[in-house]
């Protein structure tokens, strides 16, 4: 009893997943694995979320550093940049993983001067997660500021 019990659940599984995974194929048009564009960027509602979400992420990450540099009383010479303030996100990109990866190009302020910004958001709706994988200046000269927003 307990060994068809085993199958019958291996084989539910097996084919569950194989559902998600056409149904994913067939959303994507078959691109599981490719980048994606986003069109109408500006009036996603979903894409500029995340966007708020990334440049939130940042700032947090920011003041976490800052409180880690009292306690650690680093030198004066130490520079951390300013907050962001999120203005909209002008580019974007999906690509099925495990979840939905965007690649977001990001309009923000820091200091008052408007600059842009590149993001990575890895969002798992099935267990309500969002997280930011990468955050940095979009500039191909200066790599990405890896960010831990554990």
Same mark, same amino acid.
């Given at each position: 009893m307990a060994i068809i019990?085993?199958?019958? @659940? $291996?084989l539910? $599984?097996? $084919?569950?997943t194989?559902?998600?995974?056409?149904? &994913?194929?067939?959303?994507?048009?078959g691109k599981v694995g490719a980048k994606t564009?986003?069109?109408d960027v500006k009036a996603n509602? !979903?894409?500029?979320? &995340?966007?708020?979400? #990334? @440049?939130?992420?940042?700032?947090?990450?920011?003041?976490r550093q800052r409180r880690q540099r009292q306690y650690k009383?680093? #030198?004066?010479?130490?520079?951390i940049a300013g907050e962001l303030r999120f203005i909209e996100v002008v580019e974007a990109q999906t690509q099925v993983v495990s979840g939905l990866k965007?690649?977001?190009?990001? #309009?923000a302020t820091q200091n008052?001067? #408007?600059?842009?910004? !590149?993001? !990575?958001?890895?969002?798992?709706?099935? @267990?309500?997660?969002? !997280?930011l994988l990468n955050f940095g200046p979009s500039n191909s000269t200066t790599q990405y500021l890896s960010s831990s927003c554990n």
């Open positions: 019990r085993s199958q019958t @659940v $291996t539910a $599984t097996i $084919t569950l194989l559902l998600i995974s056409l149904q &994913l194929c067939v959303c994507y048009r564009e986003i069109s509602e !979903e894409v500029q979320e &995340l966007g708020r979400f #990334s @440049v939130e992420e940042y700032n947090r990450s920011l003041r009383m680093m #030198s004066i010479g130490d520079n965007y690649y977001l190009t990001i #309009s008052g001067v #408007s600059k842009m910004f !590149e993001s !990575e958001v890895v969002v798992k709706p099935w @267990v309500r997660s969002k !997280e």
